[in-house]
């Protein structure tokens, strides 16, 4: 056996690959919807703590503050080791798919409100001025007038925050969620081959290029008209 | 004069350690123009912004179409339909067409539906003469077409007083003139106007009454042939001087 034909067998051997494609399969799909949990609970909370954020009410600000910076500052990992491992001990017990999801939309939560709080921010009071005067209350003018200005400006940032977290997933294999790497570590542990891991390479690719196509749409889709 | 629509009386403004109004007092009656000038930092435009209480007076009292401004019990989003304003940059909503800008007071403040709010923003835009500019947006339209749809914005409302702060100041000469005849034709239609600007010839041919500030306080004011053509004050004069050098 030649070197090329290990790596080859080691890496792409059809074998595993038809046997373990199922599972890949699975998590593939696992993965989209820890990843479509994720984005929807973490973009209402970022957004929610933004708005929550805009009535300019001191303590709670402070608490916002305070709970985004913790979130920013923990790797995501750990967040997750601490739900899974460290609650149980304080009698509440989650799975796998729970502890990742909460943690990842804890994290896209805290980046997403500074993302949309700058994005408030960044609307010139003009803005608020004139909407005010036509007699349009605090919370339609932030909903028709301030937030649509903030997210189209926040958008690419937004997208990019999204893709980042999203990809965070891989990090529920280590709590035995068998989203795309557990499913594929599972493969290579069985098979003592690491073709599951070529598969679940290519099943990232699979799922995350588009994505990252679609933000790039979204992204001149949310221009000004000009 | 008959009872003033507005009756600001005994204003006064801080920011912070600075005393920006200073016991001010301004009467407007019903169909009256008023020019409020003065050099900047005189306070006119803050005294203009306390009217609809886009700036909170530190003190006085605002009486706006028989309404108490500065009443706790006062509905003020209610009583702001009443006051439309003009802003020195023009602040339209840029993600909405000219008819959007135009519709959303109607649709969400009057409660008005789709058909009935597109026909009055119509109307309104027509008035301008933007009536051919509908479905553009900010960004496609020149500064004082811009400026044309804000007043279009705040008389789609039909409010009783209108606002104008500064609503040339930040337009090409060239472009000046379309919102001074839409002006012109607001007041011709008999609205109440307060207006600070430093377009003299338009407050000469049009204004009923000159207001001089200077250092927060109302230092003189008449018609605008007595304001301009024989001042009392030396500030004033100094001011006038100033302007027609220029």
């Not at chain 1, 070529?198 to 990232?204: E, K, P, R």
Request: glycine share 8%; proline share 5%.
């Amino acid at each position: 056996m030649t070197s090329w034909d290990r790596f080859t067998d080691s890496f792409f051997n059809a074998r595993v690959a038809a046997e373990y494609l199922p599972k890949i399969i699975d998590g593939f799909w696992l993965t989209i919807a820890l990843a479509l949990c994720i984005i929807a609970t973490g973009l209402t909370a970022g957004l929610a703590l933004a708005v929550i954020r805009s009535f300019s009410i001191r303590p709670l600000n402070w608490l916002i503050i305070f709970v985004v910076d913790l979130f920013r500052a923990l790797p995501p990992l750990v967040i997750i080791a601490l739900l899974y491992f460290g609650l149980p001990s304080a009698g509440l017990t989650m799975d796998g798919f729970t502890a990742t999801w909460l943690s990842l939309s804890f994290v896209l939560m805290a980046f997403t409100e500074e993302i949309f709080w700058a994005g408030i921010t960044a609307v010139p009071r003009g803005q608020w001025e004139a909407a005010r005067s036509t007699g349009l209350g605090f919370l339609p003018t932030l909903g028709h007038v301030v937030l649509p200005q903030a997210i189209r400006m926040t958008i690419p940032p937004l997208t990019n925050r999204t893709i980042a977290i999203t990809k965070g997933t891989a990090l529920g294999s280590v709590v035995a969620v068998s989203e795309i790497l557990g499913a594929a570590q599972a493969g290579v542990s069985f098979s003592f081959n690491p073709t599951p891991l070529t598969l679940g390479a290519l099943a990232y690719v699979v799922l995350f290029v588009p994505v990252v196509i679609f933000g790039r749409w979204i992204e001149t889709r949310f221009a000004w008209k000009r | 004069m008959a009872a003033p629509i507005v009756a600001a009386t005994g204003i006064h403004k801080h920011f912070g350690a600075l005393h920006v109004l200073k016991n001010v007092d301004l009467l407007v009656a019903e169909r009256e123009l008023v020019f409020v000038i003065g050099p900047s930092g005189s306070g006119k435009s803050t005294l203009l912004r306390c009217l609809n209480r886009l700036e909170e007076p530190s003190g006085g009292s605002i009486i706006v179409d028989g309404i108490d401004m500065l009443a706790r019990s006062t509905d003020i989003n209610k009583a702001r339909q009443r006051i439309g304003m003009v802003f020195q940059q023009f602040n339209l909503y840029p993600h909405m067409t000219a008819l959007g800008n135009v519709m959303l007071a109607l649709r969400k403040v009057q409660g008005k539906d789709k058909t009935e709010a597109e026909a009055r923003a119509r109307a309104a835009l027509a008035r301008v003469d933007l009536a051919d500019r509908a479905e553009h947006f900010p960004g496609q339209l020149s500064g004082g077409q811009q400026q044309r749809v804000a007043i279009a914005r705040a008389i789609a409302l039909e409010p009783r007083v209108m606002l104008f702060d500064e609503p040339t100041s930040a337009l090409d000469p060239e472009l000046v003139g379309g919102v001074l005849q839409a002006m012109r034709e607001l007041r011709e239609s008999g609205m109440t106007m307060v207006v600070v600007s430093h377009e003299m010839a338009f407050a000469r041919a049009a204004a009923d009454r000159v207001v001089f500030m200077a250092d927060g306080q109302v230092v003189e004011q008449g018609p605008p042939a007595s304001v301009f053509g024989n001042p009392q004050h030396e500030r004033t004069r100094a001011f006038i001087g100033q302007i027609e050098r220029h």
